[in-house]
Every structure is written in structure tokens, then in C-alpha cells.
């Protein structure tokens, strides 16, 4: 990246304040230039790859697009290992056990949420409670024309995130997308650790 040079009257103006100012090491050379500020680099993502605007190999004339390849949260769920017990996860899975506990976030905000979620999940372990449900729901498509984007199905993607964080990280062992008789979509399956 090349810096840019300084404007005339940003020259001025650097050339007032540094006029005023004690040089903290007289014996360097000093140019204006030399403390202009630049934007620094962006960092690549690690799920990225470039596209080029026309089929073919990439050359000096084809324009390449960044294209971020974050997973989904379903991806990301689905995709955790099994810490748990093989054939427990699968019937989890299928549907066949049944969530001794139920949350159902439904109709609130993040900050009502997360303080619910941590009381729950900290209070059916401590219940001895095995597997739970969190009804987070779906999301609504909203059509509003706000400038700023806002995510669909906000707890849907927020409560696995908060599931991996201290203190719930230390007391869940499995999260997992519900079956379609539980909830599928809009709900998890949280599968605790025993209590010691």
C-alpha cells in the first residue's frame, strides 16, 4: 500500500505543530511526510478464496472478487465432533430421547436471553438434568429499510456462541440442531456434563 501525500493545508498545519514542539531526537532527519498515518491492511479471512469475473484462469485483466465463506451456524454445529457417547448423540439426533428440561427464548431480546440461558443451563445441571432443549425459533424475515443489516434468527445464532463461552462452556458437552419433533430448525439439544 502507498501512503499518500499530505494536502497543502495539512502540510500547513503539521508544519504549525511541529513549529511549537521540542523534537524528542534532534539528530534525525524530519519530512512531513515521513508521519503520515495510512489505513492499515485488512486481514484475510480464513475462508476466503477469489473468484475471477469471467470463467477462466485469472489474469491481469480480470477483475477477483473476495468472497467470504464463513459457514453457517447450522454448518458449524453439525460439524462439531462428538464428545459425547456415540450412540446417545444418535438417538439424540433421531429424536428418541427425551429433553428433561426446556427453555423457550422466543419473543426476547439478546440481553433478556443470555441471562436466562446461563440461570438455565447452570440450574439443570445442578438439577442433575442430563439434556435439555433451547427453543431459540427460526427468525423472522423483517422488512424494514434500515441502513444497517440486521442478522435473521438472532438467538438462533447467538446461543451456540454463547453455549461455548465461560461459564456454560465448562458445563455443556454437546450442542446439536434439534429433530424436526423437537423444534429442528429453531431449537438445540444441550447435552450437560455430569456434575462432580
Known amino acids: 500500500m ?9 502540510e500547513e498545519l503539521w508544519r504549525k505543530v511541529a513549529d511549537r514542539t521540542d523534537r524528542l531526537h534532534p539528530e534525525k532527519p524530519f519530512h512531513p511526510d515521513d508521519f503520515v498515518t495510512t489505513p492499515a491492511p485488512k ?5 476466503t478464496f477469489e473468484v475471477t469475473a ?3 484462469k485469472p489474469s491481469a485483466s480480470r477483475p477477483t ?4 465463506l464463513t459457514p453457517s451456524i447450522v454448518d458449524q454445529v453439525t460439524t462439531q465432533p462428538v464428545q459425547m457417547d456415540r450412540k446417545a448423540f444418535t438417538q439424540m439426533k433421531r429424536g428418541k430421547l427425551k429433553p428433561e428440561g426446556k427453555l423457550d427464548l422466543h419473543g426476547m431480546t439478546l440481553d433478556r436471553a443470555h441471562p436466562a440461558l446461563t440461570r438455565f443451563i447452570l440450574s439443570a445441571q445442578s438439577q442433575g438434568k442430563r439434556l435439555v432443549l433451547v427453543v431459540t425459533g427460526k427468525g423472522k424475515n423483517r422488512d424494514d429499510d434500515s441502513p444497517i443489516p440486521v442478522r435473521f434468527g438472532v438467538l ?11 461459564p456454560l462452556s465448562s ?4 450442542v446439536s440442531q434439534a ?3 423437537h423444534g429442528g430448525g429453531g431449537a438445540y439439544y444441550v447435552y450437560l456434563r455430569r456434575q462432580r
Open 171 to 174: 458445563v455443556v458437552l454437546q
Open 179 to 181: 429433530n424436526v419433533r
Open 156 to 166: 438462533r445464532h447467538q446461543v451456540p456462541q454463547w453455549l461455548s463461552m465461560p
Open 43 to 47: 486481514p484475510r479471512l480464513k475462508h
Open 65 to 68: 472478487t473476495a468472497v467470504n
Open 54 to 56: 469471467a470463467l477462466g
Open 2 to 10: 502507498t501512503r499518500r501525500k499530505l494536502r497543502p493545508d495539512e
